[in-house]
C-alpha cells in the first residue's frame, strides 16, 4: 500500500500546515521527519490538498519544507492484558520502560510498544473450531491479577466468521496467533491477544444500554448520603486551586466499591501527578489487602509535557476504561483536571483561527465535553453480564468561578455535582463539599424526603449563622440557636471525615446507615435546655462522642458502649413527659433494637419498659398507654 506523503507549509506553535498528494482522513496519525527524530501529530482540518496537524511534541526547530508521512490509521491505543497497574502518557507510552530507556528527560520523538510482548499469559480457550463470533466475542482468558481477563475478537470484526482453529491451552505472548477466523469470502483473520483501536470511537458491542440506577458506594459519607453517585453515571468536582480535588480523588479511587480504577491527570501539576504515582502503590486496597496499583491503570500527561498530549489522555483513559468495562468490571475513571484539557483545546482552536466562543474557548466546547461523558454508562453485555464505567471529572474554574464556561457546559452532562468550597475548605471541613452548592440527580442511601428535610435544615442553619455574624447570639432565639446547633453536629460528625483516620476514612454503606438514623433521629428530637451556655456545652460534648465514635471499629465492645453514651446524654435533656418525643424516639427504634432502646433509657434514668407499651400495626408503631 502506498502511503500518503506530504511538507510542512506552515507552523503555528504546535500546529502545523501539510500540503499532501494522495488520501487523507479525520483524526489520522502522521509523523513529521526532523532531524533523526519521528514526530507524531495527529489531522484536526482537512481543506482541499492542504491539513491542520496538532503535533503531539514540541516543533522547537522546525522548520518548513520538512517532510511528512501519514500512517493511515487512526489515533489508537492497543488493548489486551497487561494493562493493569501501569503508568502511560497520553499517547499510551509506558513512562517507567521510557525513562528505563532514556533518562528521566524524555526524548522527542520516541515511542514504545504499551504491553511487554515478551510477556507470556497462560491462555485458556473457550471458543472451538465451528462457532461463528463477531467483534467482542470471547475466544479464550487469562487471568491479570484478580480478574479474568477476556481475549476478545477485535472490535472492528463487526460481521459474523467462522472459527477455523484455536490453540491448545498454554502460556503465549501477545502477539501470538491464539485463533484463526475466517470471513464471509473465505480470508483467514489471525487473532492475538492485543489489539488496535482508535481513541474517539466508542465501543458499543454491548446488548442494551441501561439506566444509571444501583449506587456506586464510594464509603465517603457526604456523597453516599447527600450527594450519591451511581454506576454508569457522570460526576464532576469543581473547585478552586488547593480546595482538596486531587486528595478527594485518590480517597474515592481507594475507598469506591468498583473494580478498576483509571486516573487520567490531564494537565495538572507535574507535583500533584508524581504525588500520585508516589501514594498509589503503598496504598492497600481495602478490598483486596494488595496494593491499589495493582487494580489501577494512570494516564499521565502533566502540565509541563506538550499541550497538545492532554487531549488525547482523556481518550485514551475512557477507551481503557470502556474495554474492561466489555468484560464485565466497573470502572471508575477520574479526569483530573478537565479544565487543563478544555484550555488545550482553546490553545488549539485559537491556532487555527476558528470563531471564538465565551472566554475564547471554541464554540463547540460543550459537545466536545458532552461527547466524552456520555461514553459512561452501565451496559448489559451480549452474555448477559453486567459492566459498568463511571466518569468523576475535576473542573479547575479560575479563581472558584463555577459560572466560567467550562463549569456550565459540564453541569449541563453530568448527573452529580460536587461543589468544593473555599469557605469550608480554608474552615479545614474536609471533604469541602458544600451542601447548599452541590446537588445530584442520582438515588442514594436515604430517601428523597430525608434529604429534602436536612437541606432544609442546612440551609436555615446558614441563614442563622449568618444573622448572628451581624447581630451576635444575643439576637438569637434559643429554638434558632439550637437548629443552628443541630446543623453544625450533622456537619462537623457526619459530613466531614478524617482521612488520616483508618476507621473514619472510609465508612461502609451499612455504618453510614446505622449512624445516619441516629443522627436523624437526634436532629427530630424536642430537646430543652435552660439556656443557650446549656444547649452549647450539650452540643460539643455530643460532637466528642460522635468524632470518638467514628474511629472505633463496628463489632468492638467500646462501639456499643459509646452508643449507650450518646443516647444517655441525649435522654437527659429529652422530657418524659412530652408526648411527641416519647413517640419520636420509640418509633426511630421500634424496628430495629426496642429492647436496646428501653436498656439505654433506664440507665439514663428515664422511659422504662413498664411505662410505654407499642403496638405495631401496619409498619406503624401506636402509643398505647404511657
Known sequence: MIKTAGIVSGINGSMITVEFSGSVRQNEVAYVLHEDMRLKAEVVRIKGRRADLQVFESTRGLKSGAEVEFSGGLLSVELGPGLLGQLFDGLQNPLDRLAARHGFFLKRGEYITPLQEDKTWSFVPTAKAGDRVSGGDTIGTVIEGRFIHKIVVPFYLTLLHDVI??????????????????????????????????????????????????????????????????????????????????????????????????????????GEVVETIREFPMIIDPSTAEPLINRTII????????????????????????????????????????????????ERSGRLEEIPGEEAFPAYLQSVIADFYERSGLVRLKDGGKGSVTIGGAVSPAGGNFEEPVTQATLKTVGAFHALSRERSDARRYPAIDPLESWSKYKGAISPAQRSQLFKLLKRADEIGQMMKVVGEEGTSLDDFMLYLKAELFDEVYLQQNAYDEVDGATSIGRQAHVFSIIFDILNTHMEFKGKDEARRFFNEMRQHFLDYNTIPEG????????????????????????????????????????????RSKMAGGIDKKDLSIVIKDGKSDEKNI
Not at 492485543?194 to 465501543?203: D, I, Q
Not at 502533566?302 to 476504561?321: F, G, K, L, Q
Not at 435522654?571 to 416519647?582: A, K, N
Open 556 to 599: 468492638a465492645v467500646a462501639f456499643d458502649e459509646k452508643e449507650e453514651n450518646i443516647m444517655t446524654l441525649l435522654l437527659e435533656h429529652v422530657p418524659v413527659s412530652d408526648r411527641s418525643c416519647v413517640r419520636t424516639l420509640s418509633e426511630a427504634l421500634v424496628e430495629s433494637d426496642l429492647d436496646s432502646f428501653f436498656r
Open 299 to 346: 494516564v499521565c500527561n502533566t502540565s509541563s509535557m506538550p499541550v497538545a498530549a492532554r487531549e488525547s489522555s482523556v481518550y485514551t483513559a475512557i477507551t481503557m476504561a470502556e474495554y474492561y468495562r466489555h468484560m464485565g468490571l466497573h470502572v471508575l475513571l477520574l479526569a483530573d483536571s478537565t479544565s487543563r484539557w478544555a484550555q488545550a483545546m482553546r
Open 165 to 270: 482453529h484455536v490453540i491448545e491451552p498454554g502460556d503465549y505472548t501477545i502477539k501470538e496467533k491464539v485463533a484463526l477466523l475466517k470471513d464471509n469470502s473465505g480470508q483467514p483473520i489471525p487473532v492475538t491477544m492485543s489489539f488496535m483501536w482508535p481513541v474517539k470511537r466508542p465501543v458499543t458491542l454491548y446488548e442494551e444500554r441501561l439506566p444509571p440506577v444501583e449506587q456506586l458506594v464510594t464509603r465517603i459519607r457526604i456523597i453516599d448520603t447527600l450527594f450519591p453517585v451511581s454506576k454508569g453515571g457522570t460526576y464532576c468536582v469543581p473547585g478552586p486551586f488547593g480546595a482538596g480535588k486531587t486528595v478527594l480523588q485518590q480517597l474515592t479511587a481507594k475507598s469506591a466499591e468498583v473494580d478498576i480504577v483509571i486516573v487520567a491527570a490531564c494537565g495538572e501539576r507535574a
